[in-house]
């Protein structure tokens, strides 16, 4: 709890319209995309670096926990407080401070959102092409501390890829600066690179200078349907072979693609069982030349059907049923565990396999789609709460699809972070010794465990 003291002193420091108690507030700011729910005992919004640097000093004088938060639509618990303590908002920092079209690059407060940057930044013919699903919602501050990923990644990489620098305070308001506004820089520790997908738990980001490139002229997309579920998994290696350097490579099983197609009201083939979503971009003369390379292996290959989508309208259709398979996943069964396990691309077909007769095994609904260029599967458990022991055969399944996924040389997070619900597979990645180094790294930034503490590890 934090005393009536506390609550004065920080209202009186950085003004009362920027800070909270009251219990609407206490209840918005306790949940995030995730069903879990832990109250602050207050919400702050600063509107400035020194508004940052006088709440963290406040807190860290009188030992209470500090929450930074974006707009709260991480996966895994990132910015709920678990600790109580203070949750900082950042969504009143959300101004572009520069858009620097000579050196081509961003500088902007953590509390932009994702979409809204990428618009001003293409009416300057340039590109940030970090893409989460999420980006009508998310801030440039969140995917910075998840590292965010998205739809574009295979071809353009994931948020880290484009910030050249940040601007950051320590737990006790002391302000730094990590990396800076060039490509290339190899001065010193990368404690840039250390703090993107930090989750909020070694500092606090107040400013980010992003990197910029032209914007691709052309683009053009593909709807591959298949009969065959492996069919579809393994299409993903052959067209990445092929050399058509696609921007995007997006699977759907046939249980995502049924729940779309059913939320749209499309009518459903019953031989469909995977497709695969390929974008090219770049110049015309050079889009085409790989279009027609594409078109080409295609015919090669045991395909149900073949679309293309050339003008914008076609485009938007086309992509509309990826972008709304999280919406429709919801009409399937009330409750959902949602994992972004990643996997070799070679190992994606076992995968695939792996996990459907996990599903037939525990008797579960299992969704797979996602990001499969990067070997990115999105692994949906779908589950009915109230049918007998079906969320004790979820946690069985889940376990050993997250043993397995570390057997293959993959990843228990390629997007959404640990956070507080991955805390519990971290063991099977990593060793004592690296969970050591993690500690010992988090202890010389934070050494009492005050910023956003209980998140990634557990310190107690
Ligand atoms: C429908 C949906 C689709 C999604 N699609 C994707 C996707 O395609 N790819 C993907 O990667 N993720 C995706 N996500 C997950 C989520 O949107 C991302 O993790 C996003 O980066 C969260 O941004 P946010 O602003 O909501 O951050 P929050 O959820 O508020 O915070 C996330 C983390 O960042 C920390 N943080 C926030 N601001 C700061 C700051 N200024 N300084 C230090 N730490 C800070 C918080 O403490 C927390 O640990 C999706 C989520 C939803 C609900």
Known sequence: MID??????????????????????LLTYSYDATALEFQPDLVVFPESEEDIENILKIAYRHKIPVTPRGAG??????????????????????????????????????????????????KKGLFYPPDPASLKTSTIGGNVAENAGGLRCYKYGVTGNYVLALDAFL??????????????????????????????????????????????????????????????????????RSNINPSAVEFMDRSSISAVYQYLGLPLDDQLKATVIIELDGNRMDVEERKNKFV????????????????????????????N?????????????????????????ATVEYINQLAQEYDLVITLFGHFGDGNIHTN??????????????EIALDKIFRHVVAVNGTISGEHGIGITKKPFMKYQFSELEM????????????ENLLNPGKILNFE
Not at 341 to 348: D, L, R, Y
């Open 4 to 25: 009536k003291k506390i609550f004065d002193e920080v209202r009186k420091t950085i003004g009362k319209q920027k800070v909270f108690s009251e219990k609407e507030y």
């Open 73 to 122: 639509v991480g996966y895994t618990g990132g910015s709920i407080p678990l600790k109580g303590g203070i949750v900082m908002v950042f969504t009143r920092m959300n101004r572009i401070l520069a858009i620097d079209t000579e050196n081509f690059l961003a500088v902007v407060e953590p509390g932009v959102v994702t979409q809204h940057l990428q618009e001003e930044v293409e």
């Open 171 to 240: 737990i006790n308001g002391e302000k730094f600066k990590a990396g800076s506004p060039v490509i290339k820089d190899v001065a010193g520790y990368n404690l840039k690179s250390l703090l993107v997908g930090s989750e909020g738990t070694l500092a606090v980001i107040s400013k980010i200078t992003l990197r910029l490139i032209p914007l691709p002229q052309h683009r053009v997309s593909f709807r591959v349907d298949f009969n065959s579920l492996q069919k579809g998994a393994e299409f993903i290696n052959y067209a990445i």
């Open 296 to 323: 080409q292996i295609v015919q090669d290959y045991d395909t149900l059907c073949f679309q293309a989508a050339e003008t914008s309208e076609e485009q938007e259709k086309l992509w509309d049923i990826r972008r």
């Open 325 to 349: 398979i999280s919406p429709a996943l919801t009409k399937l069964n009330p409750e959902k565990i949602n994992e972004d396990i990643v996997v070799p691309t070679a190992k994606i077909p």
């Open 381 to 394: 458990l779908m589950l009915n709460p109230e049918k007998q022991g079906e969320m004790e055969r979820a």
């Open 436 to 447: 050591d180094l993690f500690k010992r790294l988090k202890q010389s930034f934070d050494p």
